[in-house]
């Protein structure tokens, strides 16, 4: 008996096993470890795990692997609050456990595992509370050949992409065990296998040479990061000390740079902006450097609200615009139903919550039209494709991830906006006050980067582009589609085969009469 055949036949804990192993080998595609070939073969684990399972094992095998993947790619919750990320992790691998109920065994489960695993993915990114597109499989391939595959059809897609490769290894695998055993399904499976890794390929080719527009306009930008300590809370930090920090870094950038960037919340404010010494400040240093300078700032808003903006200042040191985060971090900016979770747990680290923005992040400015995805927001594909709708040339990310002690969450962060640059075909800059701050490409590469904690200006050149890629035009209603038909498809070709296996015997057809009379 064949390894698999075992596997098939045994208990319900080696399966569990595999996928619990198979979520954990996924993980490792993700930063800070960043090996993108290991979420095609964590996928590949699960969907040997799950084969011709009944619906119970398939759910706990689907669990399993949810858990292998996001136990360490949420880890880093566990730093704020060790209850609250346990129920983040189990809720995000429910979604893993649902996908696995609809792949349905035997026939057309390769067709069922292709849109459950997409359409649970892309359900973990919108829900609940707006979703939470951390630690998911799309950020373990912004090292790999599958990247261009997000410009046609968003993190979506690259899922989808995943999970056709992960199928065509396991169908290959099979081929090759079925040849050796001279099963003369072999050659069928190796042409189906084959195909499926052919189809990624011309899909991620096309996504390569497709573009967003001609060449950019070059625009020499500055990253400014202030430096310090990490793991650190707003409540742990002087507000002044880390205005003064992003100043003092602020010095190092050369005069005549078009743009300049400080980092989210960098501006801590105890009332309104205009008449303090901190945009006295800023204005100082716009005119100084003669650069478009734009600062993240927050500021109360009564005593229960209070605002996350980016403000824009021009080389003459005048405002020029400002903008609001529109997705706020749930429990880190806003606590939903507050007064019912005040009753059982300590929101003193939250005694506030953001407002909510309601105009798109888009930036006029001397430096070009800028596109803001404030800290949290740049996880969010949908939210690019909105600002390159309004004309953004340029991506910025002002963040601030100074209260994760690690990299994992800068990593993760920074993976993130590599998406967004190729997903719109936009170069993008990002600062935060401790790491990472970056130059992005709109093919993804990382044209520079701080390391963790330093003071330091990023400084380099990058280019303000035009047009749109297919993303954009289409979003990810396509590929959301084409994940659905191949959950219903996979489904029904499923339930002919049953039936077709198990037809009702002729002499079982009787009457309602005639069973009357043969039990009287």
């Excluded at 969010?380 to 994760?404: I, K, M, Q, R």
Aim: charged letters at 15%.
């Amino acid at each position: 008996m064949s390894a698999l055949a075992r596997l098939r036949t045994s208990s319900t804990p080696p399966s569990l096993f595999v996928a619990a192993l198979g979520g954990l080998v996924a993980a490792a595609s993700l930063p800070p470890f960043g090996f993108w070939p290991m979420g095609p073969l964590g996928v590949a684990m699960l969907l040997l795990a799950l084969e011709d399972h009944p619906w119970s094992r398939r759910a706990a095998t689907g669990l399993c692997f949810g858990l292998g993947l996001m136990v360490p790619g949420l880890w880093w919750a566990q730093h704020f609050n060790w209850y609250g990320a346990l129920a983040l992790m189990v809720i995000e691998s429910l979604f893993f456990a649902v996908a696995a109920l609809a792949i349905c065994p035997g026939r057309g489960r390769t067709l069922s595992a292709i849109g459950a695993l997409t359409l649970a993915e892309a359900a973990r990114e919108s829900w609940p509370l707006g979703g939470l597109p951390i630690g998911g499989l799309p950020l373990g391939q912004v090292g790999g050949p599958l990247l261009p595959v997000v410009r046609l059809a968003g993190p979506a897609g690259l899922v989808m992409a995943v999970v056709v490769v992960a199928a065509g290894a396991r169908i290959l695998s099979t081929a090759l065990a079925a040849r050796s055993a001279q099963s003369p399904d072999a050659t069928r499976r190796l042409v189906h296998g084959s195909g499926l890794l052919a189809m990624v390929a011309v899909v991620a080719v096309v996504g390569a040479s497709s573009s967003a527009g001609g060449p950019g306009r070059p625009v020499s930008v500055a990253a400014v990061q202030g430096g310090g300590a990490r793991g650190t809370s707003a409540q742990q930090t002087d507000p002044v000390g880390v205005t003064r920090a992003q100043l003092a870094a602020a010095e190092q950038v050369p005069t005549g740079t078009r743009l300049t960037v400080l980092p989210e919340d960098v501006v801590g404010l105890p009332g309104p902006l205009r008449g303090s010494w901190q945009l006295d400040a800023l204005r100082a240093q716009a005119r100084r450097i003669s650069t478009t300078l734009l600062a993240g700032v927050t500021s109360p808003l009564g005593a229960s609200r209070f605002t996350n903006t980016v403000v824009a200042l021009d080389p003459d040191g005048r405002i020029v615009g400002t903008v609001t985060k529109i997705h706020r971090v749930p429990f880190g900016e806003y606590v939903p139903a507050r007064s019912i979770v005040s009753t059982i747990a300590d929101l003193s680290a939250v005694p506030r919550d953001a407002t909510v923005g309601t105009q798109p992040e888009v930036l006029r400015t001397p430096a070009g039209r800028l596109g803001v995805l404030i800290s949290f927001e740049t996880f969010f594909s949908s939210l690019g494709t909105d600002l390159v709708d309004h004309g953004a040339e340029l991506l910025v990310v002002p963040t601030n991830t100074t209260s994760y002690p690690g990299d994992q969450m800068p990593g993760q962060e920074l993976a993130a906006s590599r998406l967004q640059a190729v997903a719109h075909g936009r170069d993008l800059v990002q600062a935060s006050p401790t790491g990472y701050s970056a130059l992005i490409s709109s093919d993804g590469t990382v044209l520079a980067r701080s390391d963790l904690s330093r003071r330091i200006a990023v400084t380099g050149t990058v280019e303000r582009r035009h047009g749109r890629t297919v993303l954009d035009h289409l979003g990810s209603w396509p590929v959301l589609l084409v994940a659905f038909a191949c959950l219903v498809i996979g489904q029904a070709r499923a339930r002919g085969r049953r039936e077709l296996a198990n037809p009702a015997p002729a002499d079982l057809e009787v009457d309602e009469g005639e069973a009357v009379t043969q039990s009287s």
